[in-house]
């Protein structure tokens, strides 16, 4: 986390993020550095459709873990807060009933530079904890948060 608050403090980059599946915890990461206000605008936790859908304006007749939501959060965060980049992220940890194939499935997505670019992370089934697999989630998003704006070309 202290390489990517370096990078957005240096480029004055700012970024807001719309959870669902981490609960908070990536702003929590995000704002455990000293001057993280530099770069940190704020965030939404849309853990339930309804926020997804009234405030971020994630369609209904999508599929709430998808990646067509994680680009419609991020598209309904440009609205909110004003920021270079976006961070949405929404998923499955554990087992869902109703859709066993995505159990253990997250999708995120970060927007910079006009494009969006998707993961897909696949939580191995045997995480000790819910916070465990949120920590391999948030973990996976900063190094990609990291590498996606170190290699861009504007910083080359």
């Keep these: 986390m202290d390489c990517l608050a370096a990078v957005l403090k240096k ?3 700012t970024i807001s993020v719309a959870e669902s ?12 550095i000293i001057g993280s206000s530099q770069y940190f605008m704020g965030g939404v936790i849309a853990y339930n459709r309804i926020v997804k859908t009234k405030l971020l ?6 599929e709430v873990v998808s990646p067509k939501t994680v680009v419609a959060m991020n598209a309904g965060l440009k609205d909110l807060i004003t920021s ?30 006009y494009i969006d670019t998707i993961f897909t992370i696949t939580l191995p089934e045997n995480c000790p904890t819910r916070l465990d697999a949120k920590l391999t989630i948030v973990s996976n998003i900063i190094n990609n948060i990291y590498r996606i704006i170190t290699h861009d070309s504007y910083f080359i």
């Design 84 to 113: 270079d980049i976006q961070v949405s992220v929404t998923g499955y940890i554990g087992t869902n009933y109703d859709k066993p194939d995505l159990s253990n499935t997250i999708y995120y997505g970060i927007f910079y530079n």
């Design 21 to 32: 599946c981490t609960g908070g915890l990536l702003a929590s990461h995000l704002t455990d």
């Design 11 to 13: 480029n004055n980059l």
């Design 57 to 62: 304006n994630v369609p209904e007749n999508i």
